[in-house]
């Protein structure tokens, strides 16, 4: 027997039985992201625990990127009786307009131990690079 010990964990649960706020493929629930930059790539990650890769989409339309998945019911026997459900089950999804900077076309996705990693690398036009000035006396450059 499991014993709970936080009546908010519960109120929330209750909540979202009450309201119908799992996920669903038309109101997918939100997922936690963290988005940094990483040297010449920018880093999103999402929490996507107890999802198989099977159930992860990801779509990229002009600069818009789209993750979506859905955490699927384990299959369990008829003599299971479940005793707390407390892991949210349906669709997650989430949306990220990606800056006319990052190169879309070479996204790298990774996932493991539950979170789902993309790697978007910063397009060559974005880079700073150096300009020569002609003219003068001596060649100057300016970096920019």
Not at 90 to 118: N, P, W
Request: proline share 7%; charged share 30%; net charge negative.
């Amino acid at each position: 027997m499991l014993m709970r010990t936080d009546p908010f964990r519960e109120l929330d649960r209750l909540t979202q039985q009450l309201l119908g706020t799992t996920g669903t493929w038309s109101r997918p629930s939100p997922m936690p992201m963290d988005a940094y930059r990483e040297g010449d790539e920018y880093v999103i990650a999402l929490d996507l625990p107890g999802v198989s890769t099977d159930a992860i989409d990801i779509d990229v339309e002009r600069n818009m990127l789209t993750v979506k998945a859905e955490r699927r019911p384990a299959v369990k026997a008829d003599s299971v009786q479940m005793e707390l459900s407390e892991r949210p089950l349906g669709v997650f999804s989430r949306q990220v307009m990606l800056a006319d900077t990052l190169d879309t076309e070479h996204i790298k996705a990774d996932y493991e131990a539950g979170v789902l990693t993309l790697r978007i690398p910063i397009a060559e036009r974005a880079k700073p690079r150096k300009i020569t000035i002609s003219g003068g006396e001596q060649p100057k450059q300016i970096s920019g």
